[in-house]
């Protein structure tokens, strides 16, 4: 293993050492505001150093929690550096689910007509690292002038396809969908280009578990919250990108309810991983599996791409955790309450 490599593995490990504990989870759950927790994190956390200037008496909980996106994104960033080899491709890999993750956003004020809202939701430290004009979107209200500031990347060949209906309302789902179905293609393509042996079928084998697991989700919150129909589900899978066959996803496009769907899943390779994710939570399989996945091979793996993105995918995890908190803790939920829906 080269002197880089080695850095890697060791550098990602470390910065895993340094994750919350269950001391510290035990701490912010204690808190009872929002500077409360601000002031935890700030002292005892390796968050400190993104919050070191900034005032608990005036940081609101959106301001909190760009502040912590901006950290987990620069910690990754810096991360990748110490690889060349595979760092263009997780960078880019970051920014499409970012990209993504705000255009989506957007489409979702669009059918709302609430647009105006966008820009107070935008992570601003994330404007350099993407070509999107997110500021000109912020003023946009209709789908063809969107369509217009979009023209220029890569998403514009599949957003092309689509047109409000005639309540004005875009298909989201079935959008979103196809977009995070471009990044994983993109990915894919990456890991078969830039890598080979274990490495190589290591990576191929997260994505395509969580690219499974995320569809599961999908499909099992749209039965559960939105009540859609057989038919409207299928449009937002892709059978072709998925592990799983055909039929399988078919039963569970078609099964009466959520509850059918996780009992088919069950029967499939991913039983295992799913029952550990547990039942109580069957919307979140996608996050509590991709934990499962992550802390093993960050503990066990020897491919310094493989513990590089599993760092990642355990940052998310975390920051996902402290903003359930923070939103708990605002809203006075009882800790335990808040405590069972952390993935840990």
Do not use: W
Not at 55 to 61: K, L, M, N
Not at 119 to 124: H, K
Not at 235 to 247: M, Q, W
């Amino acid at each position: 293993m080269s002197t880089t490599s080695f850095a890697v593995l060791a550098k990602a490990r470390a910065k895993y050492g340094r994750f919350l504990s269950e001391h510290d989870y035990d701490g912010i759950l204690a808190c009872q505001s929002v500077a409360e927790v601000m002031v935890y994190l700030k002292t005892y956390t390796h968050f400190a150093p993104i919050l070191s200037g900034v005032d608990e008496r005036e940081v609101h909980r959106g301001r909190l929690e760009t502040l912590l996106r901006q950290y987990q994104f620069n910690e990754f960033d810096s991360m990748c550096r110490y690889d060349s080899s595979v760092s263009e491709g997780f960078s880019r890999f970051v920014i499409e689910r970012t990209e993504v993750e705000q255009l989506v956003h957007f489409m979702v004020l669009l059918n709302s007509q609430s647009t105006d809202t966008f820009i107070f939701r935008f992570p601003a430290f994330f404007a350099k690292h993407t070509e999107i004009d997110f500021e000109r979107l912020a003023t946009v209200n209709d789908y063809s002038t969107f369509l217009d500031v979009i023209a220029h990347t890569s998403y514009h060949e599949e957003l092309k396809k689509y047109r409000p209906d005639n309540k004005g309302r875009l298909p989201v789902a079935h959008i979103e969908n196809n977009l995070y179905g471009l990044i994983f293609d993109h990915m894919i393509a990456f890991i078969n280009k830039k890598t080979k042996g274990t490495e190589r079928q290591e990576l191929t084998d997260i994505f395509r578990k969580l690219y499974d697991l995320s569809m599961i989700s999908r499909i099992i919150r749209l039965k559960r919250y939105y009540h859609m129909p057989p038919e409207q589900i299928r449009a937002t899978v892709t059978p072709e990108r998925s592990g799983l066959s055909k039929k399988m996803i078919t039963r569970m496009c078609e099964a009466e309810t959520a509850e059918d769907v996780y009992r088919i899943v069950n029967d499939s390779k991913y039983a295992r991983l799913v029952s550990n994710a547990g039942t109580e939570y069957q919307g979140d399989i996608g996050p509590r599996v991709q934990y499962q996945i992550a802390k093993q091979k960050l503990h066990f793996s020897n491919n310094p791409s493989v513990v590089m993105i599993s760092f990642m995918f355990l940052s998310e995890t975390e920051l996902m955790n402290v903003i359930c908190m923070i939103e708990g803790i605002r809203y006075q939920v009882d800790p335990k309450t808040i405590r069972s829906m952390l993935i840990r």
